[in-house]
């Protein structure tokens, strides 16, 4: 049986195909060997950065390789793709660990740098790595809870203490004194520095020995003081540093006055002030007694005894009883305006140890001679009547009565004296000037 026309045909399309088939097909192969595939692996290389040390704009150091873990495609064989080519030989990864991208460490969830890891193969396939960040969520801390608006402290100020030297002198110019007279003190305060002072104290409690006093100050530029007082001085000042101010003192010593005559003054700071030296915040001056102590200034303080009538004074410097023949103290009546004589006045004169036992040195008025003085009417005549004149040039100094009590006490000091009026004169009373004890 013959073929068909249909048969021929399809006969004839197999037999033109077949060559390009089988052409295509060796092209295919060759193509195949001549261009091996390109492989595309992802790959996680993941590592921890610290977000402590790093969290300011470019702080993350370039990538290094040494530290990265390495990728699960390294050293392995590639896996075919879709295509289900197979590769004929294992590829070996080698990572390029230069960063394409710094970041800002932020609380972002996630941060990610890029970087190239290269495949070595005969046409250089390639791979893309990450490397990561994921912020330790353990270490995150919840907010804080809500607290009160704290109350701010009351600021309190204590100021540091001033620092003010302070230093004071006291000086009258002797060494000595003499009783009943007066003496001028100079008194001295300076502020050394290296602060001012506001409110320091002056302060000079007189000697017994003194009987009153008066003073004036002149303060410096600046500072200030009390103009003037009588009596002790406690005085506040204000004084600059650099700047003095100085008081004049004058002070009169009584007449009973003996043995040393000791004056100290002093200057106190406030107690918010500090002075670095306080040995110089008092100055004591001393004087000795020039021998003789005077009941009252002579010839200046009138003394008057109603008639009857008595004083006693009980003084430091005793009138001593020694035994030697001399005067031991001399009584100065009144002298007379003219000058040159004494209405002796009746007059009894004691003495004692205790100012309880007494003994009797001098007796004016009974008629009895008074050997032991330089008025003994065996010697100069007349009687002991009452306004009797004496002259000047029979007395001691101008106006005075010596008397030697030896003759008349047991040896000893006698600081007790006292006066009195017999009420025998012809007149109201006694008058006379002072006490003055004469030293052995």
């Known amino acids: 049986m013959k073929p068909s026309r249909k048969s021929y045909k399809e006969s004839l399309v197999f037999l033109l195909f077949l060559p390009l088939g089988i052409a295509s097909m060796f092209w295919v192969g060759q193509n195949a060997i001549d261009n091996p595939p390109t492989w595309v692996v992802q790959a996680e290389i993941g590592t921890y950065i610290d977000p402590d040390l790093y969290r300011t704009p470019g702080a993350i150091p370039p990538l290094n390789a040494d530290i990265m873990t390495p990728a ?241 004074y009980n003084f430091e410097t005793p009138i001593i009883a020694n035994g030697d023949g001399t005067p031991d103290f001399v009584y100065n009546e009144h002298l007379r305006p003219s000058g040159d004589r004494i209405h002796m006045d009746v007059v009894i004169i004691e003495i004692s140890t205790d100012g309880v036992s007494w003994y009797q040195v001098f007796n004016w008025g009974n008629g009895i001679a008074d050997a032991n003085t330089n008025v003994d009417i065996n010697i100069i005549g007349g009687l002991e009547n009452d306004n009797r004149t004496i002259l000047s040039a029979d007395l001691y100094g101008l106006a005075g009565i010596t008397v030697d009590i030896d003759p008349l006490v047991p040896l000893g000091s006698y600081t007790w004296v006292r006066i009195s009026d017999p009420g025998t004169g012809v007149d109201s009373g006694l008058f006379f000037d002072s006490i003055e004890i004469l030293t052995p």
Do not use: M, R
Not at 75 to 94: I, V, Y
Not at 185 to 193: D, K, P, W
């Open 72 to 312: 699960p495609w390294l050293e392995s064989f590639l896996t075919p793709d879709q295509n289900n080519l197979t590769p004929t030989q294992q590829e070996t990864a080698e990572v390029i660990a230069t960063p394409t991208q710094l970041a800002t460490i932020t609380e972002a969830p996630t941060l990610f740098l890029t970087s190239t890891a290269t495949l070595s193969s005969t046409n250089t396939p390639f791979a893309t790595s990450t490397i990561y960040y994921h912020p330790p969520t353990s270490t995150k801390k919840p907010p804080p809870p809500p607290t009160a608006t704290p109350i701010p402290p009351t600021a309190t100020f204590t100021p540091l203490p001033l620092s003010v030297d302070l230093s004071i002198s006291k000086d009258d110019s002797s060494t000595t004194y003499t009783a009943g007279n007066a003496t001028t003190y100079t008194i001295t305060v300076s502020n050394n520095g290296p602060d001012d002072i506001v409110g320091a104290t002056v302060q000079d409690t007189l000697s017994s020995l003194i009987t009153s006093a008066s003073w004036s100050c002149a303060p410096g530029v600046g500072a200030s003081c009390t103009a003037n007082g009588t009596g002790n001085i406690s005085d506040a000042v204000d004084i600059p540093a650099g700047i003095n101010i100085t008081y004049t003192l004058i002070a009169n010593i009584s007449a009973f006055a003996g043995g040393s005559l000791n004056n100290t003054a002093t200057v106190t700071l406030p107690l918010t002030t500090v002075d670095p030296n306080l040995l110089d915040n008092s100055s004591k001056d001393t004087n000795a007694s020039t021998g003789n102590a005077v009941i009252g200034p002579p010839n200046l303080d009138i003394t008057s005894l109603s008639s009857g009538s008595s004083v006693t």
